[in-house]
């Protein structure tokens, strides 16, 4: 590795989030009425059609980009670099000219991408590093993707994915006899990677901490050059997500085999080259929360259907014991509600948000939430303290997230953390506005992961947001 490299990589993360970590200052109002509320694009949608339109030979047009977040930035930023055009365009389709001053991200006018695909063996191995930023299902996809290649890849990600654990991910390129080292001592990442992959007869995933390894190596598929077969292990989770994945490569043009886990390649081709990306179902939490905690009528411009929420919908089914209504497109409060049990194995992003509406109605129990231990911190003891901050009592016991009733939420004593989880800093900031003094939230900038509009609609009603950075 190049003295080059090693100058601007080897710097460890942890030191660079410790010595200016940004964080907020909110200072509620004493009332909200009414909150207009636009969920932004799925992010697991987008990040898994993004793969297959790059494998593609089509122009294929994403619409619904305007407020993606950065986790479906960071793959479009590494696709890029593995020589897939993709270009901005206006709402009307015209192409919005690239500016110095947005460096990869893209531009404010844009509301769709078009991706050129290069084809199934077009993708070439990026001389510089690939950072996948915040997004584990980003990464591990292209992990999978750099399997093929015959030089040295090395891919990245920000503190938070630097500290996950991606020894699934790691232990299928070994199965392939693809070479990884890791470049970081204590760290699954910097890792280089280097193949290409030799197919064994199975491949075989533990998919009993996250569905990711799955989705990675069917969205690889498309430049197999032989079959594989995936035998998963281990009680599965997520599978929405996963299931998800196969049907977007069946539909694509894959084998139906896909659903059995039988993989060979194929071409993507999608009809009419033009792809709407459905909201992100999971980020109705924070709009349900903020009905709550406000006691405030919650108008959103556009709710995905059941077949598009991949496993979200548990909240849906779940808010009139939670105290409140989904009429069509809005949000609002009744004085009825009930205890909650809600099960998120196959939907575990809910949890904080979810833990705190449970805590402001009747409580409840949230089972099937372990695997959330695995995402970006872990979100099980997170959460309780998380929620501790604001006052509200939860425990996680055997499992399951024991959350008390009909609580308060309550000025938190100093700085909230957040601990680098753009949900749990969404949670806080949602939460804050049920305060009567000013709240600082550690994460300036953490919502912006998935939802670049986080402090924008709070900001449009009145609220004061100060971004600082601590001493």
Request: hydrophobic residues 40%; aromatic residues 4%; contains cysteine.
């Amino acid at each position: 590795m190049t003295n080059a490299w090693n100058k601007r990589w080897s710097i460890d993360a942890r030191h660079e989030v410790e010595a200016a970590p940004p964080s907020l200052i909110v200072q509620p109002l004493d009332s909200i009425e009414q909150i207009n509320w636009s969920l932004p694009p799925s992010k697991s949608h987008a990040i898994r059609w993004l793969a297959l339109a790059a494998q593609s030979e089509q122009d294929i047009v994403f619409d619904g980009m305007k407020y993606a977040g950065q986790d479906i930035i960071s793959m479009r930023r590494c696709l890029r670099q593995m020589g897939v055009p993709i270009i901005d365009l206006d709402e009307g389709g015209n192409p919005v000219g690239e500016h110095p001053a947005t460096g990869d991200q893209p531009s404010p006018h844009t509301s769709k991408w078009l991706v050129r695909g290069v084809g199934k063996n077009g993708l070439e191995a990026p001389k510089e590093v690939i950072d996948a930023g915040n997004s584990g299902t980003a990464l591990r996809i292209l992990m999978a993707i750099c399997a093929r290649f015959t030089t040295a890849v090395v891919v990245d990600g920000d503190a938070t994915l630097r500290a996950r654990d991606h020894g699934e991910m790691i232990e299928g390129l070994h199965q392939l006899g693809v070479l990884t080292v890791a470049l970081s001592e204590g760290q699954h990442l910097p890792l280089s990677i280097k193949g290409p992959w030799v197919l064994p007869e199975e491949l075989h995933v533990d998919v009993s901490k996250s569905s990711q390894p799955t989705t990675a190596w069917c969205l690889a598929a498309p430049a197999l050059n032989g079959r594989l077969l995936l035998r998963s292990e281990g009680a599965g989770v997520s599978l929405r997500h996963s299931e998800l994945t196969k049907s977007l490569c069946v539909n694509t043009g894959a084998p139906d085999g896909f659903f059995l886990g039988q993989l060979e390649a194929w071409t993507p081709t999608v009809p009419n080259a033009e792809v709407v990306l459905p909201p992100d179902a999971s980020m109705l939490a924070f709009a349900c929360l903020a009905a709550g905690v406000c006691r405030a009528t919650v108008r959103i411009g556009k709710i995905p259907e059941k077949e598009e929420s991949i496993g979200h919908e548990v909240l849906t089914e779940a808010v009139q014991k939670l105290g409140l209504v989904l009429d069509g497109t809005t949000v609002s409060t009744t004085p009825s509600s009930t205890i909650a049990e809600v099960d998120l194995r196959h939907a575990n992003d809910l949890i904080t948000p979810l833990a705190a509406m449970m805590a402001l109605a009747k409580g409840g129990t949230i089972s099937g939430v372990a695997h959330a231990a695995f995402k970006e911190t872990d979100r099980t003891t997170g959460t309780v303290n998380l929620l501790r901050q604001f006052g509200l009592r939860t425990s996680f016991q055997s499992g399951y997230l024991v959350v008390e009733g009909e609580q308060k939420i309550q000025q938190p004593d100093g700085l909230v953390e957040t601990y680098g989880d753009h949900r749990m800093q969404m949670t806080a900031l949602v939460l804050a506005m049920g305060c009567s003094e000013p709240v600082r939230i550690e994460g300036g900038h953490l919502h912006e992961v998935a939802d670049p509009q986080a402090l924008e609609r709070w900001e449009a009603l009145g609220v004061a947001i100060e971004r600082v950075v601590n001493p």
